[in-house]
């Protein structure tokens, strides 16, 4: 048997399992494994049924390179605290799934090896590694997160009653405002456009497709940049489709994604910031909008593309590992050519590097080809910094928009009270 598949249960027992080989090498170009064996993590549950995935990778690794490879499933929940432990005592896997949000904290604590030398050895893989998430996985100047799967957000929207009233995919932000006057007028028991106060992620664009920014660095010192003019503006118009046009609820004030996801199944909403791994959800949960859903790449202002938030995982190798250059022919195998691609349709994730993506670019599909538009052309990261994680845990982007949305605050003040919090958050030792 080549590889195991072992429950989160089991990952105590076999973290500080000792791996036979030597240290790795200079010679990217090839890695004896022979009689070694790999331990990798990969969290459990965005491939339902992985297990014919991991044999077939298996297979084809252990005829690569002589090695072995066991695989131990995770749960996300549970997967960034073993993360901490493992590094703390030194018994962390030789590769693993390493949310994009991660990277840069384990890069941080000194955990990962830099992946530059191996993807600059293999003939263009660098112009390959599509922008956003290689970004993600740059710290300090070095790569440490291997590009390998990927969601995005884009706009959907109700197709039909699009059709219906005449109206076409928005270009612009002027286009969104006119498509949901028109949708309000004709159908005044949906929502236009929905603002969700408790959804980040949501938030970015808008600032990105005004020309703000969420967070520069100088130096070593970061700086928030929601107060700037840019930022505002776009804010303004985000939280402006809610407490301008009406285009959403009081109730929508609390939402999280989930929350819009459910009201969008129930016919309540006719636009909406969605993910390109929900399409085919939002139909198994109400059939009859088979047909009937559209989609299309976030509008700048005043046209092109907003950059949208990637949300997705590299694949890391562990500076325990005792070959590296072995766990980079895995971490090769996995996010490249076929595996890539079969990754992808079995998820309905994209594939971490572009020419994997082809056949996603050149889909007639409406409810791919926007996606995938969207990621290559407007893919975009947060601040990479190991900090970024408290700004979340505050959550500083929500409270701001939250409190639009309620009154509490104006724009300007809401957003000059989270650029205060972000950036001492962002700075913090």
């Not at 969290?43 to 339902?48: H, L, R, V």
């Not at 955990?111 to 922008?131: I, K, M, Q």
């Not at 022919?329 to 309905?348: H, I, N, P, R, Y």
């Amino acid at each position: 048997m080549h590889k195991r598949i072992l429950p989160a249960v089991a990952l105590g027992a076999v973290a500080t399992l000792a791996l036979a080989g030597c240290a790795g090498g200079s010679d990217n170009g090839s890695a004896d494994g022979e009689g070694q064996e790999l331990t990798v993590w990969i969290m459990k549950g965005t491939n339902p049924d992985a297990t014919a995935f991991y044999d077939k990778v298996s297979d084809a690794f252990e005829k690569e390179t002589g090695a072995t490879v066991t695989i131990e499933e995770i749960q996300w929940a549970d997967a960034h605290d073993r993360f901490v432990t493992s590094i703390a005592g030194g018994t962390t896997p030789d590769v693993a799934e390493t949310g994009t949000t991660w990277t840069a904290e384990f890069a941080d604590a000194g955990a990962l090896e830099p992946l530059d030398e191996y993807v600059d050895a293999e003939d263009g893989l660098r112009d390959d590694l599509v922008e956003g998430l290689e970004v993600a996985g740059t710290y300090d100047g070095e790569l440490y997160g291997m590009p390998w799967y990927a969601g995005v957000r884009s706009l959907v929207y109700r197709a039909d009653v699009f059709e219906e009233l005449g109206l076409e995919a928005p270009k612009t932000w002027d286009d969104i405002v006119a498509a949901g006057e028109a949708i309000k007028a004709a159908k005044p028991d949906m929502l236009p456009f929905p603002v969700p106060g408790d959804a980040e992620f949501q938030v970015y664009p808008w600032v990105w497709g005004a020309g703000g920014e969420i967070a520069t660095k100088d130096g070593d010192t970061w700086t928030s940049e929601l107060d700037s003019a840019e930022s505002q503006a776009g804010i303004e118009f985000y939280a402006g489709l809610a407490t301008e046009h009406g285009f959403s609820s009081a109730g929508a004030t609390t939402w999280k994604e989930t929350d819009l996801r459910d009201a969008f199944t129930q016919g309540n909403v006719a636009m909406m910031l969605s993910g390109s791994w929900t399409p085919k959800s939002l139909i198994e949960a109400n059939p009859d909008l088979e047909g009937k859903i559209g989609a299309a790449v976030i509008p700048g202002q005043d046209g092109g593309i907003a950059p949208s938030v990637l949300g997705g995982s590299h694949l890391s190798v562990f500076n325990t590992t005792k070959n590296a250059d072995l766990a980079w022919k895995f971490v090769e195998l996995m996010t490249t050519g076929e595996f890539a691609e079969q990754w992808s349709d079995e998820t309905g994730y994209f594939p971490g590097v572009q020419s994997a993506m082809e056949e996603a670019l050149a889909s007639t599909d409406p409810l791919v080809a926007p996606f995938a538009e969207q990621m290559v052309d407007g893919g975009a990261s947060v601040p990479v910094t190991p900090n970024f994680g408290a700004v979340q845990a505050k959550k500083t982007t929500n409270s701001m928009i939250q409190a639009i949305l309620s009154g509490q605050k104006d724009v300007a003040t809401a957003t000059k009270d989270a650029t205060a919090e972000m950036t001492e958050l962002l700075n913090q030792k």
